[in-house]
């Protein structure tokens, strides 16, 4: 099994900066991609950056420019470092992580619990 730890939430002004960060624990042979959602409650989950484990990377519109995505593979962990934050930001922030846990076996998805981030004056 595999179990994910998201850290980093919390409350920010317009314009503040916050780092989420995502632990990967268990059986994990390689994690192939690292990204990041959000949702606002009452409305579809959101795609916002990931990260491949070339170091490939791609983000939502809403974001480019202001936030990156980092990942430490040495300690299975990724990063969403989140700057220039604005109110519409606000959100539940969630991690998935697309596991191979043996070697030429498919991936399978895990999410993190969310976190909460909330951006206001």
């Known amino acids: 099994q595999v179990e994910l730890e998201e850290s980093g939430g919390g409350l920010v002004q317009p314009g503040g900066s916050l780092r989420l960060s995502c632990a990967a624990s268990g059986k994990i042979w390689t994690i192939a991609t690292m990204a990041w959602y959000r949702q606002v409650p009452g409305i579809h989950r959101e795609f916002i950056a990931a990260m491949a484990s070339g170091g490939g990377s791609n983000y939502a519109d809403s974001v480019k420019g202001r936030f990156s995505i980092i990942r430490d593979n040495a300690r299975n962990t990724g990063y969403l470092q989140m700057n220039n934050l604005k109110p519409e930001d606000t959100a539940i922030y969630y991690c998935?992580?697309?596991?191979?846990?043996?070697?030429?076996?498919?991936?399978?998805?895990?999410w993190g619990q969310g976190t909460q981030v909330t951006v206001s004056s």
């Open positions: 998935k992580v697309s596991v191979r846990r043996n070697p030429g076996r498919p991936t399978a998805d895990y």
